[in-house]
């Protein structure tokens, strides 16, 4: 999804080496809201699909006990130990989604936003901007068109989000993925409107956001130019149209279970236990499968919901606080707590 191969070479950088300054606590099971009653299966069969790509001799020791485990949730209880990895920055949970959206293969009537695959020139650092790319058309014409969408709002929010699928009109499909970006870092356009006085930070949302641009003309272009960050995507109409999106780890996220983390904090693949607060809390373990432009700090996370207009309604309502504790195994639990 907002897969990277270089988040993967970043996490495995900063797990075998001391991690970036946090503070770790080790807690009990006890500790945990609801883990009892929690469907510890579930979590260890999304721990399964992705465990088996960490390289680290601990992580593939577990993995294989894992797989032959009669007991999940005593496999969780007795290999791993809770660590509450801190920074001084609050906990704030996020939710992403994967959109699906009507498009086509080429230009053509209402069909005049593009998708990118990756240039050349953006592979291997800092590129142009969005509004660069976009004002001068600087990738028209080279071949890198993968489909064409109705509405540049959603052709934004793609990239936002990471992955996708376009249906086209004959029926078929075509699915996207996170093939890289133009170096930039993300910045969010919702809370530049909040900031001009054109929206209050209640009404904020994807379909608020759609509206205000098509009432708003060049004014509104130019509101998603506020973001210089650029997406550029592959197609991956490989995976099953009954699996999840690709994430950091190149396997399918599972809806629910999958989050988004900093690297530098999360070892991309360890169980990572959730309580939100808000009017839906959630109290669940999951995997960190996934990272995000806009994901940073250990008590940050971005929680996959699913694909389509319902998880993304559901997606788009969560910002909560709460507490995100990670799963590490035992020794290293206890020798990151006792050094710093």
């Not at 797990?15 to 970036?20: D, H, Y």
């Amino acid at each position: 999804m907002r897969g990277r191969v270089l988040a993967i070479c970043l996490a495995a950088a900063a797990w075998t080496g001391q991690a970036p300054a946090a503070s770790h606590t080790v807690l009990e099971y006890a500790d945990l809201q609801g883990w009892a009653e929690d469907d510890h299966r579930a979590a260890l069969d999304v721990f399964l699909s992705t465990c088996r790509d960490m390289d680290d001799p601990d992580w593939a020791a577990l993995c294989r006990i894992g797989a032959e485990t009669p007991d999940p949730r005593r496999f969780f209880e007795i290999h791993f130990a809770p660590t509450l990895v801190e920074d001084g920055v609050p906990t704030l949970f996020t939710g992403y989604y994967e959109p699906e959206l009507e498009g086509a293969r080429y230009r053509g009537g209402r069909y005049r936003y593009p998708i990118y695959a990756l240039p050349e020139e953006a592979e291997d650092g800092a590129w142009l901007t969005r509004a660069q790319i976009e004002e001068t058309d600087a990738l028209a014409g080279r071949g890198l068109e993968i489909a064409w969408l109705a509405d540049p709002v959603d052709a934004y929010f793609l990239q936002v989000q990471g992955s996708g699928r376009v249906r086209l009109e004959d029926g078929s499909a075509i699915r996207v993925g996170y093939a890289g970006k133009n170096g930039h870092s993300y910045r969010s356009v919702g809370k530049e409107l909040i900031r001009r006085g054109d929206m209050d930070e209640h009404e904020v949302s994807i379909d608020r956001i759609r509206d205000w641009v098509a009432d708003n003309g060049a004014e509104g272009r130019e509101a998603l130019h506020h973001n210089p960050s650029y997406v550029f995507f592959r197609e991956v109409s490989h995976v099953p149209a009954d699996r999840g999106p690709l994430g950091a780890m190149n396997r399918s996220l599972t809806a629910w279970r999958s989050v988004a983390i900093d690297p530098a904090f999360v070892p991309l693949g360890a169980p990572v236990w959730i309580e939100t607060t808000g009017r839906s809390p959630l109290r669940r373990l999951t995997v960190a499968q996934d990272t995000g432009a806009a994901v940073n700090g250990p008590q940050r996370a971005d929680i996959y919901f699913g694909t389509g207009d319902a998880a993304g309604d559901a997606a788009g309502r969560v910002r909560d606080g709460g507490r995100l504790v990670v799963l590490m195994p035992i020794a290293r639990a206890y020798a990151l707590s006792e050094a710093l």
